[in-house]
C-alpha cells in the first residue's frame, strides 16, 4: 500500500505543484491521474518512489516513510517509468539496457538473463534482444523503457504517459497488458491525457488541478460530468458525447466505453424494433 | 560543479539601468575591470575593483545571484589560496585569490545583465565575428548565432540532465556508491542519454532552422536594433580611461601585493 497523507510540495523556485494530496494505492488497483499540464502530475509520480520528498505530509511506501528510505530501495517495489524513453535509454543492446535494473538490484546473472527474455517476450520485443535500443523508433523505444522497469516487477508501476507514440493497436495490447497485471494483484497508476484510453480501459480517474485532487471515481462518473473535465482542461470521449446527446432518448449520460455503448443501443433497438413490428 | 553554479551567471529577464545598457559597453566594463585586475597583483587594487562592482550588482537587482555564484567559488578561491602559499608569500595568495573573485564577480555581473539576444547582437557588429564565421560556416551570422544558442540551450540541458538522473535513481543506480572508479563510471547512464538528447535536439534544430530560410540572404537586419545611449557614452569613457590609467602606472611605477 501507498499512502499519501495530506501531501503538499512547493519547488526551490516557489512553484507550488502539490496541495494537500491524500491517496491510497493498493494492490490490484488501476488507477488514471489526469489534469492539465503543470497540474502536478508528474510531480506526483515522483513522490511514490521517494524521487522528491513531500514538503508537507508524508508518503508512505508499505508503512516506509519515503524521507528515510533510499531511491533504489523504494525502486524495487515502485517502478517509475519516465515520458520519454531517451532520458534512460543509454546501453548498447535492448537486452543490456532491460537487464540494468535487476543488476543494480543486485540479482544473480541466471535470474536476470531469465527475466529480461521473459520480459521482452510479454511486450513483443524479443526479435530486438540484440539492437541497439537508438535503432529502434520511437514507440518502441518507449516498449523498451517500459520494459527496463517491469523486468524488475514492481509492485506498484507508475507509467508517465505511456500511449504517447503508440500506435492504436499498441495502445490495444498495452490496455490488455494492464489489465494483466491489476488482475495479478499489483497497482498500476497510469498519468495521462488521452480520454478515450482511459474511456475504454476503465480505472478509477483522479482529476488533479492545480496541484489539488478535484475529483475521483470511476471513469464513466468522472469523464462523463462535463464541468470536471474542463476543469482539467481535458474533453469527453466521443461516446460521452453521443449519450449526452441522446438523453432524450431515455439513455443514461454516463457512458463512456464502447461495450456499455453497445449494450444500451442494442436494447434500445430491439426494442424499437418490437414497437414497430406491433404498430404494423 | 552542481547546477547551482550556473544560476549565477545566468540572464536574469529584468529592465534595471544595468541590463538596459549597451553590450558592448558592458563587455568594455569587464575589460576595464580585467586590465588592472590583471596589470597588479596588489590587495587594496583587488578590493577597490570588487567594491566598485557592488554599486552595479546592486543596481542590476543581481546581488543575490552574485553571492550563489561566490559560494560555489569558494572551493575552487580555497585552491588558488592554498597553490599560491606553497609559491609565494600569504599576501600574494590572498591577492591572487581576490584577483579571482574580482574576475569571476566581473563575469557574473555582464552574463546576469545580458540577454543572449543582446550578445548576438553585439557579436553581429563585430567586424572579426562576421569575417571569421564567412570563412568558417559560410554566413556571416552563423558564428553569433551558434553563441547565443549554445548560451540559451544551457538552462535546457540542465532541466533534462535532471530528469535523466532522476529516471536512472528509478532504476536502482547509486551515484555516490562504491569506489572511485565505480563512481566515475556510474555516470555513465547519465552522460549518454543527455549527450544523444543533445544531438537529437540540434538536428532537429537545424532542420526547423532551414525549413524556417535560415540563413537567409547576406545583409539581414534585425527588429531590435543596438543603439548606445549619452550614458552609455559616459561609461565607455571611464572605462576606457581606467583602461589608459592602469596600462600608464603599470609602465611608469612598480606596485607592490601590499
Same mark, same amino acid.
Given at each position: 500500500?501507498i499512502?499519501? !497523507?495530506k ?10 505543484a502539490?496541495q494537500?494530496i491524500d491517496?491510497?494505492?493498493a *494492490? ?17 509520480a ?5 524521487l522528491l520528498?513531500p514538503? &508537507? ?6 508503512? #516506509?516513510?519515503? $524521507?528515510? @528510505?533510499?531511491?533504489a ?6 517502478g ?16 543490456d ?8 538490484f543486485?540479482?544473480?546473472?541466471e535470474?536476470v ?9 510479454a511486450l *513483443?520485443?524479443?526479435?530486438?534482444a ?12 518507449? $516498449? ?7 523486468a ?8 508517465? !504517459?505511456?500511449?504517447? *507514440? ?17 488482475s495479478?494483484?499489483?497497482? @498500476? ?5 488521452? @480520454?478515450?484510453?482511459?474511456? #475504454?480501459s476503465?480505472?478509477?480517474v483522479?482529476?488533479?488541478s ?10 464513466d ?7 470536471l ?5 481535458? @474533453?469527453?470521449? &466521443? ?5 449526452g446527446?441522446l438523453t ?7 457512458v ?7 449494450i444500451l443501443?442494442?436494447?434500445?433497438l430491439? #426494442? ?9 | 560543479?552542481?547546477?547551482?553554479t550556473?544560476?549565477?551567471f ?27 585586475a ?18 552595479l550588482?546592486?543596481?542590476?537587482k543581481?546581488?543575490?545571484r552574485w ?18 602559499l606553497f609559491t ?6 590572498i591577492?591572487?585569490t ?12 555582464f552574463f ?11 557579436l553581429?557588429?563585430?567586424?572579426a565575428?562576421?569575417w ?13 548565432f551558434?553563441?547565443t ?13 535532471q ?9 536502482g ?7 572511485l ?10 552522460l ?5 538528447i543533445?544531438?537529437r ?7 526547423a ?17 543596438l ?31 601590499l
Amino acid at each position: 500500500m501507498i499512502t499519501l !497523507e495530506k501531501v503538499s510540495f512547493t519547488y526551490r523556485s516557489g512553484q507550488r505543484a502539490l496541495q494537500d494530496i491524500d491517496l491510497n494505492i493498493a *494492490g490490484g488497483d488501476f488507477i488514471a491521474i489526469m489534469g492539465e499540464n503543470g497540474a502536478g502530475k508528474t510531480t506526483l509520480a515522483k513522490h511514490l518512489n521517494g524521487l522528491l520528498k513531500p514538503s &508537507q505530509g508524508r508518503v508512505l511506501v508499505d508503512g #516506509e516513510d519515503t $524521507r528515510k @528510505v533510499s531511491v533504489a530501495r523504494l525502486s524495487r517495489k515502485v517502478g517509475l517509468v519516465f515520458q520519454n524513453p531517451d532520458h534512460l535509454l543509454f546501453s548498447e543492446t535492448v537486452k543490456d539496457e532491460v537487464a540494468f535494473g535487476l543488476k543494480n538490484f543486485g540479482f544473480a546473472p541466471e535470474v536476470v538473463h531469465n527475466q529480461v527474455m521473459r520480459t521482452l517476450e510479454a511486450l *513483443g520485443l524479443s526479435e530486438y534482444a540484440e539492437t541497439s535500443p537508438f535503432l529502434l523508433s520511437g514507440g518502441e523505444r518507449k $516498449r523498451v523503457a517500459l520494459a527496463a522497469i517491469l523486468a524488475t516487477e514492481p509492485d506498484y508501476l507508475i507509467l508517465d !504517459e505511456p500511449t504517447i *507514440g503508440q500506435d492504436y493497436q499498441q495502445k490495444e495490447r498495452l490496455r490488455n497488458f494492464i489489465l494483466q497485471l491489476y488482475s495479478q494483484g499489483k497497482a @498500476v497508476v497510469m498519468i495521462t491525457h488521452d @480520454v478515450e484510453f482511459v474511456a #475504454e480501459s476503465n480505472p478509477k480517474v483522479i482529476l488533479l488541478s492545480q496541484g489539488r485532487i478535484v475529483a475521483q471515481g470511476p471513469a464513466d462518473s468522472v469523464l462523463s460530468k462535463d464541468e470536471l473535465v474542463k476543469k482539467a482542461s481535458l @474533453v469527453r470521449p &466521443q461516446m460521452s458525447r453521443l449519450f449526452g446527446e441522446l438523453t432524450k432518448y431515455g439513455l443514461p449520460s454516463d457512458v463512456v466505453d464502447v461495450h456499455r455503448a453497445r449494450i444500451l443501443l442494442e436494447e434500445k433497438l430491439s #426494442e424499437a424494433k418490437v414497437r414497430v413490428a406491433q404498430n404494423s | 560543479m552542481s547546477l547551482r553554479t550556473l544560476e549565477g551567471f545566468k540572464f536574469s529577464t529584468l529592465k534595471t539601468p544595468v541590463h538596459l545598457l549597451d553590450p558592448r559597453t558592458k563587455f568594455l566594463i569587464v575589460i576595464a575591470v580585467l586590465v588592472p585586475a590583471l596589470l597588479f597583483a596588489n590587495i587594496y587594487v583587488m578590493i577597490a575593483l570588487l567594491v566598485s562592482q557592488l554599486p552595479l550588482l546592486l543596481v542590476g537587482k543581481v546581488a543575490r545571484r552574485w553571492a550563489l555564484s561566490l559560494r560555489a567559488g569558494v572551493f575552487l578561491s580555497g585552491l588558488i589560496f592554498v597553490v599560491n602559499l606553497f609559491t609565494g608569500s600569504y599576501l600574494s595568495a590572498i591577492a591572487l585569490t581576490l584577483r579571482f573573485l574580482v574576475l569571476l564577480t566581473s563575469f557574473s555581473l555582464f552574463f546576469m545583465t545580458t540577454s543572449p539576444d543582446d550578445l548576438g547582437l553585439a557579436l553581429d557588429r563585430i567586424g572579426a565575428v562576421r569575417w571569421l564565421s564567412r570563412r568558417w560556416l559560410g554566413y556571416p551570422n552563423a558564428l553569433s548565432f551558434t553563441f547565443t544558442t549554445a548560451v540559451r540551450l544551457v538552462p535546457t540541458l540542465a532541466v533534462d540532465a535532471q530528469t535523466v538522473v532522476d529516471a536512472q535513481r528509478s532504476r536502482g543506480l547509486e551515484l555516490d556508491k562504491g569506489n572511485l572508479l565505480k563512481r566515475v563510471r556510474n555516470y555513465i547512464p547519465i552522460l549518454i542519454p543527455l549527450l544523444l538528447i543533445a544531438i537529437r535536439r540540434s538536428l532537429e534544430l537545424a532542420e526547423a532552422l532551414e525549413s524556417r530560410g535560415f540563413p537567409g540572404k547576406e545583409g539581414r537586419t534585425s527588429l531590435f536594433q543596438l543603439k548606445l545611449r549619452p550614458v552609455d557614452y559616459a561609461i565607455v569613457a571611464v572605462s576606457l580611461a581606467m583602461i589608459g590609467i592602469s596600462f600608464w602606472i603599470y609602465f611608469h611605477y612598480k606596485i607592490p601585493v601590499l
